[in-house]
């Protein structure tokens, strides 16, 4: 069983900034890549950013230089600094792992995506 909670959502002020933070536990052998996904009312969930578990980032065109995402492996734990947010930033953000985990492995099965059940930002103007 992979567990991902996530963190670190709330209220800020439009120009403010949030650090969001998703730790995944449970039985895992590894994971690979770690990423953050949100979804505003009404609309379909968008990924935001995305880190391989080298180190390589990708980021969505409008988040580009104000979001950065990083991920501390020893603690298994995926970040999101969120920074000079917009009101149209506001949704639900939901972090995902690729996970391999232990029962996985041992069944020679491959990695699955996990989701968190995610955390509200709201931004106001």
């Known amino acids: 069983q992979v567990q991902l909670v996530e963190s670190g959502g709330g209220l800020v002020q439009a120009g403010g900034s949030l650090r969001l933070s998703c730790a995944v536990s449970?039985?895992?052998?590894?994971?690979?890549?770690m990423g953050w996904h949100r979804q505003a009312p009404g609309k379909q969930r968008e990924l935001v950013a995305v880190?391989?578990?080298?180190?390589?980032?990708n980021y969505q065109e409008a988040v580009k230089g104000r979001f950065t995402i990083s991920r501390d492996n020893a603690k298994n734990t995926v970040y999101l600094q969120m920074n000079s947010l917009k009101p149209e930033d506001r949704a639900v953000y939901y972090c995902?792992?690729?996970?391999?985990?232990?029962?996985?492995?041992?069944?020679?099965?491959?990695?699955?995506?996990?989701w968190g059940k995610g955390t509200l930002v709201t931004v106001s103007s």
């Open positions: 995902n792992a690729n996970v391999l985990s232990l029962t996985a492995w041992t069944g020679g099965r491959g990695p699955q995506d996990y």
């Open positions: 880190i391989s578990s080298g180190g390589n980032t």
């Open positions: 449970g039985s895992i052998f590894s994971i690979n890549a």
